[in-house]
């Protein structure tokens, strides 16, 4: 990962290869921002008139470069937007877009204006995840590294809130990398195996049941899901444990190396991106080795449900009927609607753990994107108070997100009539919510529980934006990680 650290020296003196600065919106140009006052003065008060003349507006999102002719060391000046009345989510996203522009330079300056601990973290942050690159499969021919080093301007009394990004950041890094690593290369059992590595460095407790485990132990949904690959699934249980806790959050992650559909196979343009079916176990290992870090005092286990939904003689075929982890039973009408069945069991044995509140985050549907579109994460609950609160700590973790409800009468539409509930609906409405109401079904009773639904916040298909790049996002690590500081503090 790109390294960071804080420099309080001379912004126009820095031996490095481009500064970054903030420009806001002044009337029809834009002004410099507070933390480019030096660079100004060193183009004799000019500033403002050469980003005019490029035509930069200040606009949230916006990048001007213009070169410094000699005005400073750095060679190129990149002003980024930050629009009227910065939030910090928008600090992140200049610092991310400028930092991802500036792919093949060795140094960076960073001076956008970072007010106290959070907008240092906030800068910090989204220059980190705008350095990302997943280079693990290229040969280096035209393509760009990221920015090497980044300095960012800002006082040494803010190390603390450097350190956090840094770890939120690493957190995220591992979240896309694992999701952007091809099938080929991640099966459920490969999957497991980067979980042991994430655990041993981390101090984590880990417990990884294979396939023969998961069929004696009676987790139906796994094994049945997992069965018509020659991949074989597996259960992953993670443990984080603070002496000073007083309660307990459950974790659970979907994660489908590669989703088929099944014998219900999917259409050609609907199955090239399903690398990225495992997004939410990915953001559960990727929060828990944050969260092994940060320490929050709160017990957090974490389950991630791994298994690859593919067509063969030995698949799950529809009409079939699972019995579910703790023995519920599940007819399986449509073998493309697999990770509820994962999850399922994964919920029951989370319940097992005694937990004070369970979240669970899955790619789970289509129908999330039709109602909610890309970018915005899907929240149910059980509890209308915790869904609320989970959005409010998505936003705080400057993940967009929206409350959903579970329709009591959507139920219905899950009878089946030969086992305890269908993995579908005979109703084609509201695709999200009925599966929400589906994994509602084994949630313990008394245990409180939401359910994120990241099925177009895990994978960016188009141009990056801000900090995100294209292919896999990180979505829903840092809203997990939110929510357990929440629990620690009592918030939640």
Same mark, same amino acid.
């Given at each position: ?50 980003? +005019? ?42 610092? +991310? ?47 760009? /590294? ?81 069965? +018509? ?23 659970? $992650? ?5 989703? /088929? ?15 990225? =079916? ?40 529809? /009409? ?18 697999? $990770? ?10 989370? $319940?097992?753990? /005694?937990? =004070? ?55 219905? $539409? ?57 292919? +896999? ?20």
């Amino acid at each position: 990962m790109t390294s960071i650290s804080l420099d309080s020296a001379d912004l126009a003196g820095l031996d490095v290869d481009a500064i970054v600065i903030g420009v806001a919106p002044a009337g029809a140009g834009a002004a410099p921002a507070d933390g480019a006052e030096a660079i100004d003065r060193a183009m004799d008060g000019r500033l403002a008139d050469a980003l +005019g003349a490029l035509g930069a507006t200040g606009k949230a999102g916006e990048v001007t470069r213009l070169p410094s002719l000699g005005a400073v060391p750095a060679r190129v000046i990149v002003a980024a937007g930050l629009g009227e009345d910065p939030s910090a989510e928008d600090l992140r996203r200049a610092a +991310g877009a400028a930092v991802r522009s500036l792919a093949g330079t060795a140094r960076v300056a960073v001076a956008l204006p970072a007010s106290g601990a959070e907008g240092v973290e906030a800068v910090a942050l989204g220059s980190l995840l705008g350095a990302y690159s997943f280079d693990a499969f290229r040969t280096g021919d035209g393509h760009k /590294s990221p920015v090497e080093e980044i300095r960012l301007i800002a006082p040494a009394s803010e190390e603390a809130a450097l350190g956090r990004a840094r770890t939120l950041a690493a957190s995220v890094t591992l979240v896309r990398d694992l999701v952007n690593t091809p099938p080929s290369h991640l099966s459920p059992e490969d999957f497991a195996g980067e979980a042991e590595r994430v655990a041993a460095e981390t101090g984590l407790a880990i417990e990884v049941l294979d396939e023969k485990a998961l069929v004696e132990g009676g987790y139906g949904g796994i094994a049945g899901v997992g069965q +018509g690959s020659v991949n074989p699934p597996r259960l992953v249980r993670l443990a984080y444990t603070h002496p000073e806790a007083g309660r307990t959050l459950a974790l659970v $992650g979907k994660g489908i190396t590669f989703d /088929s559909g099944g014998l219900s196979l999917k259409p050609t343009d609907a199955m090239d991106w399903m690398k990225s =079916d495992m997004g939410g176990a990915a953001a559960v290992l990727g929060a828990l080795a944050a969260i092994a870090e940060l320490r929050p005092a709160v017990n957090v286990v974490g389950y991630l449900a791994l298994a690859e939904n593919m067509p063969s003689g030995t698949a799950q075929r529809p /009409s079939d009927v699972l019995r579910i982890y703790g023995g519920k039973t599940v007819e399986v009408l449509n073998t493309d609607a697999e $990770g509820r069945l994962v999850m399922a069991d994964a919920l029951v044995r989370a $319940g097992e753990d /005694s937990p =004070d509140l369970i979240v669970d985050v899955a790619t789970l549907t289509g129908a999330q994107l039709v109602a909610l579109g890309t970018r915005t994460t899907g929240v149910m609950a059980n509890d209308d108070d915790v869904r609320e609160k989970v959005v409010a700590a998505a936003g705080r973790a400057g993940e967009p997100s929206w409350g959903m409800p579970l329709p009591p009468e959507l139920r219905k $539409g899950l009878d089946s009539a030969v086992a305890d509930i269908a993995n579908i609906s005979g109703e084609r409405w509201g695709g999200m919510l009925v599966a929400g109401t589906f994994l509602k079904e084994f949630v313990p009773d008394g245990v409180k529980w939401a359910h994120l639904d990241i099925a177009g916040p895990a994978f960016h298909k188009g141009e990056p934006y801000g900090y995100t790049p294209k292919g +896999g996002t990180g979505a829903a690590a840092r809203t997990l990680v939110q929510i357990a500081e929440d629990v620690a503090a009592g918030v939640l």
